[in-house]
């Protein structure tokens, strides 16, 4: 009993920090699942497979801190970056969606592209890279930061995902003063 409420406690505190960072509080869809704490990230959840597709999706938050973590920009063009043409040519700005606005009085940058996956190097990409993928980002300016929410997974599940991200971002405000 003592070890399930030890276990009880761990998963509501986890619970209650992944989804605070930067001075930013968000929900997550009930969904998704939490996953453990990584590197660089304020949380890590997985995105269920659609129907026919073989893997997960998975959405990554990420804050570095006050004036941390590049400019929206370059973020963007990095994303962009991450992905290939069928043919294995790297894929052009124009190749990608984005749009700037105000969410719950924060400026919001979303981006929007798929093709091959190939990732963001060595320690954050793929192993081989992977066709018929997308991503969908989102980067909301905090006051104490910006905050990078980055779902990649198979084109189909990140579709899928869609509401599900879009509710996300939209829940993204200011966390209560203590």
Known sequence: M?????VLVMTVAMGASAEEAGGLTW????EWAAQPARPMRAATYKVPAAKGDTEDAE???FYFGQGQ????????????AQFQKPDGKPLEDKDA?????????????????????????????????????????????????ALFYKLTGPEK??????????????SVKPAAKK
């Open 2 to 6: 003592r070890r399930l409420l030890a």
């Open 27 to 30: 929900s997550a869809p009930a």
């Open 59 to 61: 959405l990554a938050v």
């Open 69 to 80: 973590g590049g400019a929206v920009d370059a973020n963007v063009k990095r994303w962009v």
């Open 97 to 145: 969606k984005t749009k700037q606005e105000k969410v719950n009085g924060l400026p919001v940058t979303t981006v929007e592209v798929k093709g091959t996956y190939a990732g963001g190097g060595p320690m954050m990409g793929p192993a081989a890279p992977k066709p018929n993928f997308k991503l969908r980002g989102a980067i909301v300016e905090g006051p104490e930061g």
């Open 157 to 170: 599940t990140v579709n899928g995902a869609e509401k599900g991200f879009r509710k996300m971002v939209e």
